[in-house]
């Protein structure tokens, strides 16, 4: 429902036309004076107000001699096209006071004004349309503008228009609460609403002064003065505390700050005496609540999270529902986790935030990580539209960072809460999957991210990478095959952690189905350049540097095959000698 009424003219779809077309008109013409207007008026107040509908009512022209068919018809066409244009409505009504009031202040103006009033009837902006300020001020002025004169230049402005304002005494009703100067000389004097010492909540307004020291706006939410409310409590603030608690048990665990007692200036609601204080339950909840202190029922209750981690879900690509963790931004959400430990709430929003887990999609194409070639995945909803790549990206690595924490209490790659960065959808029938040391990000070609075994490899090499000085098993030959191994085994703790189960098998996502690549337990029923993956040391591949790093991956078999049968249910001693140790 619309909460405004608005004594502008407010634009219809064919407004950008109109506007050509009076550009064309202005052309025409030889007159650059003429200029569209509307003036004070003395008529009454109902017709000043339909007067003030529009910021461009009557086109003010003292030369007429202008005799020109084209303008003439053109002006028709418009005068035809604003009338049909749209107005809001709103069910707003002024009183005889506000509409006098407005008699007085379009009086006493030196051009148009434009008004917007709430349902409540307290106007959300008043503005003079038209600025005459020198183009010399129009620049920066020299410091020291007096905040105590426009302190008193702004409450002198709402008093002359406290009728409009629907303000008792401004005076004693708002308080500085800021002010600021902008780099062209305009001064913004910030006042939040006060009744009986007590602070109406949520309420204030800014009153913005130009550079020549005069109103130009005025703009916020507030409420008409209170009437007949009570400041006195008839229930203390842990007397409220236990209502909240009472209402909502799982709030008993939080951290309460300390209670103030405001007035709940909503202005759907009637002014009420009420306990404010906010709740916090970790990170990404927290709440702000208002508690009647007169029968201490809960008026409201709402989220105040500093940021907009938001609990959603998705398909990924094996058709798995997943519970997921992401970043909303008006109404799009982002494939950004900021729930974990490592999140820096006092960093910038995600992806910039440290400490994030964010999954980029690469569209298919080469792209480099982190830059602007790849966005963030993204939805209009949280918990569906989701790209499956990104969905099974995302809750892979976010179950390999739990993984670690959990069981080896690392905080991260690099065990310090550094971001976690990935890109799915890179380039086209990729079927690998890799990472990049240099700035720690996971990449993914098409549909690995299926499978959390491919995630949890990945995040991984980044745990090898960021150990010693750049990764302690060199990625090549006999370190670089350890290197690979380390990452397989723990991906298949990481399955275990998450899934409770594992394969001690490692696959690829393929578009026609899934390829096995390692086995653990028998890595021979898998080849290699004709050959089956080696088991023992004396199967071993020599390979040059520039055949897969040394045999990284072939050779890292030998030691998933002693991991992998040292972890079967069903091995005994006797087996180790045909694991060739």
């Known amino acids: 429902m619309k909460d ?20 064309l008109v202005f052309s025409l013409t030889t007159h650059a004076q003429s200029r569209l207007k509307v003036y004070p008026s003395s008529s009454a107040p109902s017709t000043l107000l339909k007067q003030n509908q529009s910021a461009v009512g009557s086109v003010s022209n003292p030369h007429k001699g202008i005799v020109d068919p084209r303008v003439k018809q053109l002006g028709e066409f418009l005068r035809s096209n604003l009338k ?29 004004v434009e008004m917007r009033f709430r349902n409540n009837g307290t106007p959300i902006l008043i503005r003079r349309t038209v600025e005459t300020i020198p183009v010399s001020r129009l620049m920066p002025v020299q410091p020291g503008a007096s905040i105590s004169k426009d302190k008193a230049t702004s409450l002198k402005y709402l008093e ?7 303000i008792h005494d401004p005076d004693q009703e708002f308080v500085l609460s800021g002010y600021h100067e902008d780099e062209l000389g305009f001064r913004h004097v910030r006042f939040t609403q006060v009744y009986g010492a007590l602070q109406v909540f949520p309420c204030e307004l800014t009153v913005h002064i130009n550079p020549n020291g005069k109103v130009k706006t005025l703009n916020g939410t507030y409420i008409p003065t209170p009437q007949n409310v009570s400041v006195t409590s008839n229930i203390d603030a842990e007397h409220a505390r236990q ?13 309460f700050s300390l209670p103030e007692l405001v007035i709940d200036g909503v202005f759907e609601r009637t002014p009420t005496l009420a306990w404010k204080f906010d709740v916090e339950i970790g990170l990404t909840k927290k709440w702000r609540v208002l508690v009647n202190a007169q029968t201490g029922k809960v008026i409201e209750l709402y989220s105040i999270a500093e940021h907009a981690g938001v609990q959603g879900s998705g398909i990924d690509g094996a058709g798995r529902l997943q519970d997921l963790q992401v970043w909303q931004e008006g109404n799009r959400f982002f494939m950004v986790d900021t729930s974990k430990a490592m999140f820096d709430p006092n960093s910038s929003p995600p992806p910039q935030g440290r400490g994030v887990i964010a999954v980029y999609d690469g569209q298919n194409r080469d792209v480099v990580i982190p830059s602007n070639s790849a966005g963030i995945a993204e939805s209009f909803s949280a918990t569906a539209g989701w790209l499956p790549d990104a969905v099974g990206a995302a809750w892979g690595l976010s179950k390999t960072y739990d993984y670690y924490l959990d069981k080896h209490q690392r905080n991260s790659l690099d065990g310090r809460g550094g971001t976690i960065r990935a890109i799915v959808r890179y380039k086209t029938d990729e079927p690998n999957a890799f990472f990049i040391g240099a ?14 075994d491919i995630s949890a490899h990945e995040l991984t090499h980044g745990v090898i990478h960021s150990t010693g000085n750049g990764g302690i098993l060199e990625y090549r030959f006999q370190s670089g095959a350890l290197n690979e191994s380390m990452a397989d085994i723990f991906a298949e703790n990481v399955e275990m952690f998450a899934t409770g189960t594992h394969d001690w098998k490692l696959f690829l996502a393929l578009p026609d189905g899934e390829r096995q690549i390692r086995d653990f337990v028998e890595p021979g029923i898998i080849q290699a350049n004709g050959r089956p993956f080696p088991s023992k040391m004396s199967e071993f591949f020599q390979l040059g540097a520039d055949q897969d790093s040394g045999g990284v991956h072939i050779n890292s078999s030998i030691n998933n095959h002693w991991r992998g049968w040292t ?8 087996r180790r000698s045909s694991i060739g140790l």
Request: net charge positive.
């Open 439 to 452: 700035t720690t990000t996971m990449v993914f070609g098409d549909l690995q991210p299926k499978l959390i």
């Open 243 to 255: 209502a909240l608690v009472a209402e909502n048990p799982e709030l008993n665990l939080g951290t």
């Open 84 to 112: 049909a244009a749209r107005l809001e409505k709103s069910s707003a009504e002024l009183d005889a006071a506000q509409k006098q009031g407005i008699t007085r202040m379009l009086k006493s103006s030196k051009g148009p």
């Open 4 to 23: 405004s009424q608005s004594y502008c003219y407010s634009p219809s779809p064919g407004w950008l036309l109109l506007l050509t077309i009076s550009c």
């Open 567 to 574: 972890m079967r249910s069903d091995w005994i001693m006797l």
């Open 160 to 166: 002359d228009n406290k009728d409009i304002l629907r």
